[in-house]
C-alpha cells in the first residue's frame, strides 16, 4: 500500500500536465505496477493532491486513500450503542429486523427487573433505531461473535406403509397443534455406543419449540419425550409429523396417536425440506445452544434437561421469529413476503383456536419472567455442561496414553559423542 501512494503521489502530476497520447502511455505504466483497473487509476490520478478552496478559510487537498470526514454530527452515541450491544448479547444475536421489533418489550421488561438503566433520551433514541441502523451499529461486534454434524437416522421398519406422506408442500395448518419432530444426536462426531439425543419438537403454525433429552434412540426413551413435551404444550397437540426414523416409525407411537386422535404423518424419505420447520429448530435452538460435543453419561443428560428448561421459556417467549407469508416466482427470481416478527407466545395470544383459559396461564407466566435472569442460567449451565464435556474428554485421552505407553515404552537413543 505504501509503494502504491508513493508511485502515485510520483506519477500525479506528470499525468496531469501530460498530452493525451502520453497520458495513455502513463496510464498503462501506473495499471501495471499498481494492479488497478484504468478506470479507477484514471480517478486516482486525476484527484490525487489536487487542491479545492471549499471556502475563504477551508481548502480541500484529494487524496482517495483517505477517508471523508463526517459533517454532520452523530445521532445515535455511544450510550445508544452499547444499550443496544448489550440487548443484542441478551437476545441471542437477532438480526436488526427481529431485534428492532422486540425492543420495546423487551427494554420495558428489562426497566421493570431493575435489569437496564436508561437515560430518557438514550431510550427514545434506541427505540426508534431502524433495522438497517441496528444492523450498521452492530457489525463491528459480530465480526467478534464469529458446528456441522452427521445424520443419525436409520430407516423404519415396513410399518411405515400404515403412516401416510406429507411434504412441506402439503403442509398448510394455520392452528397451533400440528407439530414436527426429530431427533439431534450428541456423538461429538464419534457413532459409537450410546450417547444423549435431543427430541426437537416445533409447532408449524406458531414456532413455539420444546426440547427434551433422552439418553438414546431407543423407542421408550422417544416415547417418554413425546408424551412428556405433550404435557408442557400450552395448546393441545393435534398432529406429528416425523421422518422416517424407527424410533418414531414404531407401533407402539402409532397406537398412542390412533387412540389419542393425533394425526400421525411422515416425510419423504431423504428429503429434509419435508420437515423444514424442525430442522430450522435444530440448529438455530439446539445446536447453537449445546454445540457438537459428545454427551453421554447421566449427570451431562441431567443438565441438557436442565438447560432446555430454561430455553424453552427464553426461545418462546422472548426471540422474535419471522414467518413467511407467501412466496411469488417471476421468472426466475423469487419473491418472499414475511410476516413481521413476533414471538411463539404472541402468535398464540392472537390464535383464535387458542382457548382464553390457556392463554391467561400464558400470561400469568410471563409476568414472572426476567430475560437476563433466563440468559444468566442458561449461561452458567452451559458452562458446568461444556466442562464436564472437557474433563470427560481429556480423562479419556490421558487413560489412552497411558495404554499406549505400557504397550510400547518410549526408546531413547544414547547420544553419541562428537
Not at 51 to 77: F, H, M, N, W
Not at 275 to 280: A, G, H, L, P
Not at 334 to 346: D, F, G, L, M
Request: net charge positive; hydrophobic share 35%; with cysteine.
Amino acid at each position: 500500500m505504501k509503494e502504491r501512494k508513493s508511485v502515485t503521489s510520483v506519477t500525479a502530476g506528470r499525468y496531469r500536465e501530460a498530452r493525451k497520447k502520453v497520458k495513455q502511455q502513463i496510464l498503462d505504466e501506473f495499471c501495471r505496477t499498481t494492479g488497478y483497473n484504468r478506470s479507477y487509476a484514471r480517478l486516482v490520478l486525476r484527484n490525487h493532491g489536487r487542491r479545492i478552496t471549499v471556502s475563504a478559510d477551508r481548502a480541500v487537498v484529494g487524496d482517495l486513500e483517505q477517508k471523508r470526514q463526517r459533517l454532520r454530527p452523530k445521532v445515535y452515541d455511544a450510550k445508544v450503542s452499547q444499550a443496544l450491544v448489550q440487548i443484542w448479547l441478551l437476545l441471542d444475536y437477532l438480526c436488526g429486523k427481529r431485534l428492532v421489533a422486540i425492543l420495546p418489550e423487551i427494554v420495558a421488561r428489562l426497566e421493570q427487573f431493575g435489569e437496564l438503566r436508561l437515560e430518557p433520551d438514550t431510550r427514545q433514541k434506541l427505540l426508534q433505531l431502524s433495522a438497517a441502523t441496528a444492523d450498521r451499529m452492530l457489525q463491528p461486534e459480530r465480526r467478534k461473535h464469529q458446528l456441522r454434524g452427521q445424520a443419525r437416522t436409520r430407516p423404519g421398519s415396513l410399518l411405515k406403509h400404515q403412516i401416510p406422506i406429507r411434504t412441506f408442500s402439503e403442509w398448510n395448518e394455520q392452528r397451533p397443534g400440528f407439530v414436527e419432530i426429530d431427533l439431534v444426536a450428541h456423538d461429538g462426531g464419534l457413532a459409537v455406543g450410546d450417547y444423549c439425543q435431543t427430541l426437537d419438537i416445533t409447532d408449524v403454525c406458531t414456532g413455539w419449540t420444546e426440547a427434551l433429552a433422552v439418553p438414546n434412540k431407543a423407542q421408550v426413551w422417544v416415547f417418554n419425550a413425546i408424551a412428556k413435551a405433550r404435557e408442557r404444550l400450552p395448546f393441545p397437540l393435534l398432529g406429528i409429523d416425523s421422518d422416517n426414523g424407527s424410533e418414531f416409525i414404531n407401533h407402539e407411537l402409532l397406537r398412542y396417536c390412533e387412540a389419542q386422535h393425533i394425526t400421525f404423518t411422515r416425510a419423504r424419505p431423504y428429503r429434509k425440506n419435508d420437515n423444514c420447520y424442525v430442522e430450522q429448530k435444530n440448529y438455530s435452538v439446539v445446536r447453537r445452544t449445546v454445540g457438537y460435543q459428545r454427551f453421554d453419561s447421566a449427570p451431562e443428560l441431567r443438565l441438557l434437561n436442565q438447560l432446555y428448561d430454561s430455553l424453552r421459556l427464553y426461545t418462546n417467549f422472548f426471540l422474535p421469529t419471522m414467518k413467511l407469508k407467501r412466496k411469488e416466482r417471476l421468472g426466475s427470481q423469487v419473491r418472499k413476503t414475511y410476516e413481521a416478527p413476533q414471538t411463539p407466545y404472541y402468535r398464540l395470544l392472537h390464535s383464535s383456536d387458542i382457548s382464553a383459559e390457556d392463554k391467561q396461564k400464558l400470561q400469568d407466566q410471563y409476568q414472572n419472567l426476567n430475560p437476563a435472569a433466563l440468559k444468566r442460567r442458561i449461561a452458567n449451565l452451559q458452562k458446568q455442561l461444556f466442562a464436564l464435556a472437557n474433563s470427560k474428554r481429556l480423562a479419556g485421552l490421558t487413560k489412552v496414553l497411558k495404554v499406549r505407553l505400557k504397550q510400547k515404552p518410549l526408546r531413547i537413543k544414547p547420544i553419541q559423542a562428537l
